[in-house]
């Protein structure tokens, strides 16, 4: 896959889910997001290159314990492996995710301890 070597995701991803969820991309506000009835859900990210920073994930009070953090994760960690990113999850979130999922190892930073 020939990966766009500026800012920019793979068309901005948007998904639709058959849960009534979007997954979006927004680079401008440098976040994931899952939108839902509720709510938005959205997850911080920073960009050094090949490598993506997840520092901070935040549900509203409305959504929490539904499993909506964990699903935005999840399709976060799928946008960067289909981007060809090397993620370092800075969030605490993020990181016992990850440490729960290991399919998820092959693209984790080397050295990434939580």
């Not at 901005?12 to 976040?31: G, I, L, P």
């Not at 920073?46 to 314990?65: M, S, V």
């Not at 539904?66 to 799928?78: C, E, M, R, T, W």
């Not at 399919?103 to 990434?112: A, F, K, P, R, T």
């Amino acid at each position: 896959m020939d990966i766009d070597k500026t800012f920019t995701f793979i068309k901005n991803q948007t998904m639709k889910n058959s849960n009534t969820t979007t997954f979006k991309v927004n680079e401008d506000e440098n976040q994931f997001e899952l939108h839902t009835k509720g709510g938005t859900a959205f997850l911080e990210f920073i960009r050094e290159g090949e490598k993506l920073y997840l520092t901070h994930t935040e549900t509203p009070e409305a959504l929490r314990g539904q499993g909506i953090a964990a699903d935005l994760v999840k399709q976060s960690l799928q946008s960067a492996k289909d981007n060809g990113l090397t993620v370092v999850p800075s969030c605490s979130f993020v990181a016992n995710y990850v440490n729960d999922h290991p399919e998820w190892n092959d693209i984790l930073s080397d050295g990434y301890r939580m």
